[in-house]
């Protein structure tokens, strides 16, 4: 919408509708249940009391910044770390005390750690011939698990001889050839170049929806949550912070420890969230996504949120380019803003040092 009109102070209520609380997908029965694991190295304690379920055929992430724990509670899973407390439960049978070979987990990890003086093939039927699997149909499953992760046609060559991302699909090959009842995988991608890892990503994600695979996959990586998950766990101070699918993870974060690591906000004190969305607040903490502000001209050319709060006047201060999205920075009389808009091209980048109003769209607006 293009106005030259100053918009009228629609300000509705602020939202603090609550976050729904874990759930797991068409109600299906757990498959995988935690409860209440806690871990320590020495005095140092990783992660307390953790609880979760995950149904069959999920994919689950675990996102958090470094050092949170993620995968410590992977390696626990996986039972290659003992836990001090708490259970484990796979399809109904607790494995909390099975050694890994017999907790029918399959587990990818961040480097390769593949055989290097063995062919793909023999690198991917290993599992397979430690469980004495006859050999004829050791060779079709090998053939199948390669054609799986596209990598048939290089199934007589040595790790060296392969790419990074090649690598990575042969590792995942060798996890995926004893049909594991679940798959673990603890940042797979980050040795990845970009390109490389997009299409990684997108191929894990389709074999693990044909093979309706459990899966629980480690990151820091928030857009690659937010794009390959069923549900997101996001882990801060070795706890779970949040349950949920991207979507309310980023719309509706349940804390400002949540709101700071997934995406970008602007926190407004009771001043600011007067200013730009005409409420008093009462002390309460507000913040608002860079992108739910919107950019006008002084003229009045521009867009207008849905919702807008009343028009701040301010002066662009810095510009960024992020790609396909500029962020400013705009100063508004002492109240700095941080302002998303898409990149439509040259003509619409505005300089620094010119003046805007910005408006706020209220119904983004969140209590923190
Ligand atoms: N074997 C160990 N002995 C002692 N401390 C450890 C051990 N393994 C991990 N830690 C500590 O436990 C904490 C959690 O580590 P963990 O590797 O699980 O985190 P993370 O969230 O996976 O981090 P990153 O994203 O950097 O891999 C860290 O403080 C780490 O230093």
Known sequence: ?????????????????????????????????????????????????????????EFVTLLGPSGCGKSTL????????????????V????????????RDIGMVFQHYALFPNMSVRDNVAFGLRMRRVAPRSRRERV???????????????????????????????RSLVTRPRILLMDEPLSALDAKIRQHLRDQIREIQQQLALTTLFVTHDQEEALMLSDRIFLMGQGRILQQSDAESLY???????VAEFVG???????????????QHVDGRKLALR??????????GQGYLPPNPGPACTGLIVKRQLLGNVIRYRVDCDGMTLNVDTLNRGRRFLRPEGSQVVVY?????ARVL
Request: hydrophobic residues 35%.
């Open 264 to 278: 970008a906000y602007n926190r407004l004190d009771a001043r600011a969230a007067r200013r730009l969305l005409g």
């Open 91 to 102: 399809d109904g049978e607790i494995i909390t005390r099975l050694p890994p070979q017999k």
């Open 1 to 57: 919408m293009t106005t030259t009109h100053a918009p009228q102070n629609l300000v509705t209520s602020i939202s603090d509708t609550p976050v729904p609380s874990p759930t797991t997908s068409d109600n299906a029965p757990n498959y995988l249940r935690l409860r209440g694991l806690s871990k320590s190295f020495g005095d140092t304690p990783v992660f307390q009391n953790i609880d979760a379920d995950i149904v069959q055929g």
């Open 74 to 89: 992977l390696r626990a899973i996986a039972g290659l770390t003992d836990i001090d407390a708490g259970e484990i439960e």
């Open 143 to 173: 053939e199948e698990t390669l054609a799986l992760v596209e990598l048939g046609d290089h199934a007589h060559k040595y790790p060296h001889q392969l790419s990074g991302g090649q690598r990575q699909r042969v590792a995942l090959a």
């Open 360 to 364: 706020a769209d209220v119904d983004e």
């Open 251 to 257: 719309t509706r974060p349940a804390s400002a420890e």
């Open 290 to 299: 860079p992108e739910a502000l919107y950019l006008m001209e002084e003229n």
